[in-house]
C-alpha cells in the first residue's frame, strides 16, 4: 500500500482513538473532507485487517486496532497524546502528542507547513522548559501564548522535569487536523519519520 493510503488509515485510526462511541461513515467525510466512496474503501480494508468494526452506528476501532496505535504511540515514544477545544488558538479543535524524547527539529516552520498543507489552519511545535513549553526558535512561552491549553497539556512534575516535544495542530476539523499531525511526524524533516515509516507498513 503507499504511504499516501497508509497515512489516511492512521490518521482515521487515531480519529477512532480519540473518538468515544461508533462514527459515521458520512462523518467521518466530512472529516476528512472526502467522499463517502474514498471513506468505504479505507474502512473495508481496516476492518479486514482486524483494525475495526463496523455496525449501523458506524465504525469503531477494535481491540486489535486500539492495540495498533498503542504500539506505534510507544515506539514513538508518546507520554500522551489528546484533543481538546482549540477556540483560544482561533480553531475548533486542537490535536496533541507529547513525545519523551526532547528533539528540537532542524527545520520548523517548514514542519508546521506540512500540517497547513493537509488541511489544518497551524501547528505548534514546543520544547518542555523548567516549567513551561517553549517555542523555538524564538523561545516564546506557550503559556503566555495558549495558558489553558499550556494548563491542561503541562506535566505534573515530581522530582527532575520531563524532557518532551510538544507537537500540537490546530483547525476547525478534527479529521484534517489528525491528518496535520500525521504530515508532522512524517516529514521528511522530523525525527520519528523513520521510526513511523516502518510501522506504517503494517497498514
Known sequence: MSTGSSKLDLSILLFLYLT??????????????????KIKTHLKGLKEKGYITQLRAGSQLTEKGSMF????????????????????????????????KESVPS??????????KEGADGAII????G????????NEDLCMYAPLFCTEIKPKII???PRLTLLAVFGDK????????????????????????????LL
Request: hydrophobic share 40%; no cysteine; aromatic share 6%.
Open 126 to 129: 514546543g520544547i518542555f522548559s
Open 69 to 100: 496505535i498503542n504500539g506505534i504511540l510507544e515506539a514513538l515514544g508518546v507520554e500522551r497524546l489528546g484533543s481538546m477545544d482549540g477556540r483560544e488558538l482561533g480553531s475548533q479543535t486542537v490535536v496533541y502528542v507529547l513525545l519523551r
Open 159 to 161: 522530582g527532575e522535569p
Open 131 to 138: 516549567d513551561t513549553f517553549k517555542l523555538p526558535p524564538g
Open 20 to 37: 468515544d462511541g461508533f462514527v459515521g461513515r458520512q462523518t467521518l467525510a466530512e472529516e476528512f473532507e472526502l467522499g463517502e466512496g
Open 174 to 201: 478534527k479529521g484534517k487536523t489528525i491528518e496535520g499531525l500525521v504530515a508532522i511526524l512524517l516529514s521528511e524533516y522530523s525525527p520519528w519519520r523513520a521510526t513511523l515509516l516502518g510501522l506504517l507498513e
Open 107 to 116: 527545520k520548523i516552520v517548514k514542519m508546521r507547513d506540512q500540517a497547513v
